[in-house]
């Protein structure tokens, strides 16, 4: 199959909300390519020539660097030979992903002047992850102007996979960088633009928290620099649950190492953690962990609110409960059914137990 007609299929699967292009979420800039449903890296659509041995230890060495084993890594990616142009593109995308990881960004810079006149050889997500990579390693070196140059050209290649997480990732980075330089405006203006384009997904997937995880991080940054303090907790906290749940350790890490930074800070607290599950009233998720599942109460205002109500107090009686979301008196006789029957909606969107009433009274654990 010619590159052409590789890159033709690949831009199909990423514009379809169905079918989301993701990357590995590690950091805010720079990520691995895979597909959510098999959480299978895209580079294998574009190197559908290379040889099985090829593609399961490129497949071995992303994940030991998602994993953080940098050293391991290195170790497999010596073993790889590259047989054409796109295969040591993305050996070099690799590379510098460990360089990444070893804050070695001087080096990321060395391979991207390397490779920069070559990188029409990859696929279009694969240029934009090169791009990325090259945009943080000039950010962290104080270039400011040329970290913007490969963004926005990273940015261009993204309206072509409106749904692929490497899309949020682009504007995420932009976010981070124009907050950090003052520029408030332009950094509102593309945080709206991520927001917007997460109200248009349809299907709430480990893809979607994905794309979610990136633009809790681009809100973090953008509160931080813009001395909004609650907000950039509310975001961290949200962040640190998405993190565990998709099991990203350099995730956690980085959000509980931000948390610690704002310290002596009260705060209303707006992400609630149970025995077993997570609530994120203003992302609209239930994060289940043992075993994992997750439910998003997008449109679906009344059990919001109640699930909401639940959470703020250790435990509501009949009458109240029923008295906050309805806005009337509750009458045993006549209204019975109906709290049983909103009781027993809410209890299938939380795990097993989670939802308990007894003696007149309702409670979450």
């Not at 390519?33 to 099985?52: E, H, P």
């Not at 072509?160 to 408030?184: C, D, N, T, W």
């Not at 975001?235 to 610690?260: M, R, V």
């Not at 009344?302 to 107090?313: E, R």
């Given at each position: 199959?010619?590159?052409?007609?590789?890159?033709?299929?690949?831009?199909?699967?990423?514009?379809?909300?169905?079918?989301?292009?993701?990357?590995?979420?590690?950091?805010?800039?720079?990520?691995?390519?895979?597909?959510?449903?098999?959480?299978?890296?895209?580079?294998?659509?574009?190197?559908?020539?290379?040889?099985?041995?090829?593609?399961?230890?490129?497949?071995?060495?992303?994940?030991?660097?998602?994993?953080?084993?940098?050293?391991?890594?290195?170790?497999?990616?010596?073993?790889?030979?590259?047989?054409?142009e796109?295969?040591?593109?993305?050996?070099a995308?690799?590379?510098?992903?460990?360089?990444?990881?070893?804050?070695?960004?001087?080096?990321?810079?060395?391979?991207?002047?390397?490779f920069?006149?070559?990188?029409?050889?990859?696929?279009?997500?694969?240029?934009?992850?090169?791009l990325?990579?090259?945009?943080?390693?000039?950010?962290?070196?104080?270039?400011?102007?040329?970290?913007?140059?490969?963004?926005?050209e990273?940015?261009?290649?993204?309206?072509?996979?409106?749904?692929?997480?490497?899309?949020?990732?682009?504007?995420?980075?932009?976010?981070?960088?124009?907050?950090?330089?003052?520029?408030?405006?332009?950094?509102?203006?593309?945080?709206?633009?991520?927001?917007?384009?997460l109200?248009?997904?349809?299907?709430?997937?480990?893809?979607?928290?994905?794309?979610?995880?990136?633009?809790?991080?681009?809100?973090?940054?953008?509160?931080?620099?813009?001395?909004?303090?609650?907000?950039?907790?509310?975001?961290?906290?949200?962040?640190?649950?998405?993190?565990?749940?998709?099991?990203?350790?350099?995730?956690?890490?980085?959000?509980?190492?931000?948390?610690?930074?704002?310290?002596?800070?009260?705060?209303?607290?707006?992400?609630?953690?149970?025995?077993?599950?997570?609530?994120?009233?203003?992302?609209?998720?239930?994060?289940?962990?043992?075993?994992?599942?997750?439910?998003?109460?997008?449109?679906?205002?009344l059990?919001?609110?109640?699930?909401?109500?639940?959470?703020?107090?250790?435990?509501?009686?009949?009458?109240?409960?029923?008295?906050?979301?309805?806005?009337?008196?509750?009458?045993?006789?006549?209204?019975?059914?109906?709290?049983?029957?909103?009781?027993?909606k809410?209890?299938?969107?939380?795990?097993?137990?989670?939802?308990?009433?007894?003696?007149?009274?309702?409670?979450?654990?």
């Amino acid at each position: 199959m010619s590159i052409e007609k590789n890159l033709n299929a690949e831009k199909q699967l990423s514009s379809k909300p169905t079918s989301t292009t993701t990357l590995d979420d590690h950091s805010v800039a720079a990520m691995f390519l895979r597909d959510f449903r098999g959480r299978t890296d895209v580079a294998t659509i574009t190197l559908s020539q290379s040889s099985k041995n090829f593609s399961s230890t490129l497949e071995k060495v992303r994940n030991l660097i998602t994993t953080g084993y940098s050293m391991a890594a290195q170790t497999e990616l010596e073993k790889l030979v590259p047989s054409n142009e796109a295969e040591r593109f993305e050996l070099a995308i690799a590379q510098m992903k460990i360089y990444e990881l070893q804050r070695n960004f001087v080096a990321i810079t060395r391979i991207g002047q390397k490779f920069f006149e070559n990188k029409h050889h990859a696929s279009l997500v694969s240029q934009m992850t090169f791009l990325q990579l090259l945009a943080q390693a000039e950010h962290m070196q104080e270039r400011h102007d040329r970290a913007l140059v490969f963004l926005n050209e990273a940015k261009d290649i993204s309206t072509l996979y409106p749904h692929a997480l490497s899309a949020s990732q682009v504007r995420a980075f932009l976010v981070k960088i124009y907050s950090e330089l003052g520029k408030h405006r332009e950094a509102q203006h593309e945080l709206g633009i991520l927001r917007s384009s997460l109200r248009g997904s349809t299907i709430i997937n480990g893809a979607y928290l994905d794309r979610l995880y990136a633009v809790l991080r681009a809100q973090y940054h953008f509160y931080k620099n813009t001395q909004q303090v609650d907000g950039a907790v509310s975001s961290l906290l949200s962040g640190l649950e998405l993190a565990k749940w998709l099991e990203y350790t350099h995730c956690i890490a980085q959000c509980n190492a931000d948390l610690k930074a704002i310290n002596n800070h009260d705060f209303e607290l707006k992400v609630y953690r149970f025995e077993n599950w997570s609530y994120l009233p203003e992302e609209d998720l239930i994060l289940a962990f043992n075993p994992r599942d997750l439910h998003s109460l997008r449109d679906k205002d009344l059990m919001k609110t109640t699930i909401s109500l639940l959470a703020k107090h250790q435990s509501l009686s009949n009458e109240e409960l029923f008295h906050r979301v309805s806005g009337r008196e509750y009458r045993k006789d006549s209204d019975d059914n109906y709290l049983r029957s909103l009781l027993s909606k809410v209890r299938k969107l939380l795990p097993d137990g989670a939802l308990s009433y007894a003696n007149g009274r309702v409670w979450m654990k």
